[in-house]
């Protein structure tokens, strides 16, 4: 058996396409515990901020049907902590380290992107402009093509160098075609889709909103439908854009789909809660899978679901 | 860091018993038994494999124990209140349970012989017993407070009561013990038993009037906390509490590892929905 399982982003080669999503592995020291770092094609580590941020109050989870929503309001310890200490650790585990960002303003994306130009051993970086879970809403970038547009402008100008650039887009606008094609104008060379829903759950006994904050992101199975959804139409308007794609995947089932849609990797995001295996197992069931359909290598499924004949042919 | 000794299992049910309120549930586990300390907790999958429940439900750890034929049993007081631990709770001798143990932080034990009061809400009385007896192996003194809403939520099993030198019992509705709250009681008892440290689990609301009660009287609390979690692993970052650490600075810190058992003197215990101001980073 010669199955080719690597991936390629934006020309950065990864042994096989099954990622970390951010905010779901931490920097991955307590995963590590499982299995090793490096057996995944890359760990994409918590959206980091210019500052130390406590994040939200609790409480900040609620599990929903096949979901949960979450409002953590990106909790961490900053850029310079995280560089001093994450980044060394990750490095000598072996991994391949795919660092996220996030940001209030462009400016924070531009001072972030400077922070890591020269930081050595990372693969990629990853521009998370649609976190639901900060204050104003309109200061999720990626809600809009011109705040989308100006957050990426402002990490290419200040990145230098190849490290590809990843935007993370939220599935919560009319129309992420758009947006992907706007953000991608101003210099992504890969997406990230999709982040979480915004979504509300209120108990029935206080008669309150369950989450501290009121509104957290949907995530899990339940969002999974919306994400083959946008990286189809993402891969239809975008052919030649490398695609991370997540959403609900739990098994290699469903990570072959959002493969079948376009995507080029997959991240492993809820899933890890509830078993810090899932990752691991996806990763050998995605490879069965691809194998026992009768393809040679992992990029030929990457959106065979697009081809014209499609509708035409009835595989089982 | 998480727990060193956590391992993943299946786990296979031995034995489910109805107890007043609450599921006695014993599971056959490896030699993990062994790695469990009072205070410690697991994670269950729960609803089977195509399950709607996505997150593992978080049980302290009620005893554990090698059998003399290298089996482990694992020991939990189940609440079936949410859908998770009634799915738990009704399954049958002879299943499978996929568990993640042990986890999270366990009880100090002192080094010297010393008075300890025993404190739990509910089926936050469920570690406390694994405790009593550690305690009362290394020559502790040790009272035990155990109170609920009404007696049928008073998890007090016989083998547990043996080794607690004094059981005091509150419900809130005066079906048994004293007509009240544990934390109406414990000064008296702090009192009259020169109590040197205090364990505690249950209720936020009791471990934080606890809390002020311990500081009143100048005793160390060691309180296991109870936040809504979703890995117990220490990834998701949803189980936080604000706790001051070594060194002064307090930081939203994850119940899960750093936890659950905390020192409930370097808590700040807030029912707001706001970041308590002096948290870093806030």
């Not at chain 1, 057996?39 to 096949?66: D, F, H, Q, Y």
């Not at chain 1, 990843?166 to 992504?188: F, N, Q």
């Not at chain 2, 049910?13 to 599971?27: D, E, L, P, T």
């Not at chain 2, 607690?164 to 509150?170: A, F, G, K, R, Y």
Request: proline share 5%; net charge neutral.
């Amino acid at each position: 058996m010669n199955f080719d399982f690597g991936t390629s982003i934006a020309g950065t080669f990864f042994p096989n396409p099954i990622f970390t999503a951010s905010g779901c592995a931490g920097s991955g020291k307590e995963l590590v515990h499982f299995f090793p770092l490096n057996e995944l094609g890359a760990i994409v580590t918590k959206s980091i901020m210019i500052k130390p941020r406590s994040g939200r109050s609790t409480p900040r989870m609620a599990e929903t049907p096949s979901g949960m929503l979450n409002s953590i309001g990106l909790q961490g310890p900053g850029i310079e902590l995280f560089l001093e200490n994450d980044i060394p650790w990750l490095r000598d585990q072996g991994a391949r380290i795919i660092v996220s960002i996030a940001g209030e303003t462009v400016e924070d994306y531009a001072v972030l992107a400077r922070k890591l130009r020269n930081i050595s051993g990372l693969s990629a970086l990853e521009v998370n402009i649609s976190c639901p879970n900060v204050e104003n809403r309109g200061q999720v970038f990626a809600c809009n093509p011109e705040t989308a547009r100006d957050a990426i402008a402002a990490v290419r100008r200040n990145i230098g160098g190849e490290l590809p650039i990843i935007a993370k887009l939220s599935p919560d606008v009319t129309d992420i075609s758009a947006i992907a094609e706007s953000v991608v104008d101003a210099g992504a060379d890969g997406l990230a889709l999709i982040n979480t829903l915004l979504g509300m759950v209120i108990d029935t006994n206080t008669m309150s909103p369950k989450l501290s904050q009121r509104t957290g992101g949907l995530s899990g199975p339940a969002i999974r439908p919306i994400a083959v959804r946008a990286i189809y139409q993402v891969r239809a308007a975008i052919p030649s854009i490398p695609i991370v794609g997540m959403g609900g995947v739990t098994n290699g089932r469903d990570a072959f789909e959002l493969v079948l849609a376009g995507a080029n990797a997959i991240s492993i995001g809820t899933a890890t809660f509830g078993n810090p295996m899932a990752a691991i197992s996806i990763k050998e069931e995605l490879e069965e899978l691809c194998i026992s359909r009768g393809f040679s290598s992992f990029k030929e499924v990457i959106g065979y679901a697009h081809r014209v004949d499609s509708t035409l042919t009835r595989e089982n | 860091m998480i727990n060193s000794r956590a391992t993943q299992l299946d786990a296979e049910i031995i034995s489910n018993k109805r107890v007043g309120s609450y599921n006695h549930m014993v599971f056959a586990v490896n030699e993990l038994a062994g790695a469990c300390r009072p205070g410690n907790f697991v994670a269950i999958a729960v609803g089977g494999q195509s399950s709607s429940m996505i997150l593992r439900r978080a049980f302290a750890i009620y005893r554990a124990t090698m059998r003399a034929d290298g089996v482990g049993l694992l020991e939990l007081v189940v609440a079936p209140q949410g859908s998770g631990s009634k799915w738990l709770s009704s399954q049958s001798i002879g299943q499978k349970v996929n568990v993640i143990a042990p986890l999270g932080t366990a009880f100090g034990i002192p080094t010297e012989p010393v008075s300890a009061l025993l404190v739990g809400g509910g089926y936050g009385s469920a570690p406390l017993f694994a405790l009593a007896e550690t305690l009362k192996s290394r020559g502790c003194r040790v009272d035990m407070v155990l109170g609920a809403s009404t007696a049928g939520k008073i998890y007090a099993p016989l083998e547990g009561k043996r080794s607690v030198n004094s059981l005091t019992i509150t419900t809130d509705d005066g079906s048994a013990g004293t007509t009240g709250r544990v934390s109406e009681v414990l000064p008296a008892l702090i009192d009259q038993h020169q109590t040197d440290v205090i364990y505690s689990c249950g209720p936020m609301a009791m471990l934080e009037a606890i809390t002020a009660i311990s500081q009143q009287a100048g005793i160390v609390h060691q309180c296991s906390v109870e936040e809504s979690m979703a890995c117990g692993i220490g990834v998701c970052m949803t189980c936080v509490l604000p706790v001051k650490g070594d060194d002064g600075v307090i930081r939203m810190t994850r119940t899960c590892i750093d936890g659950p058992v905390m020192d409930g003197n370097r808590v700040l215990w807030t029912r707001s929905r706001e970041i308590p101001d002096g948290v870093w980073g806030k």
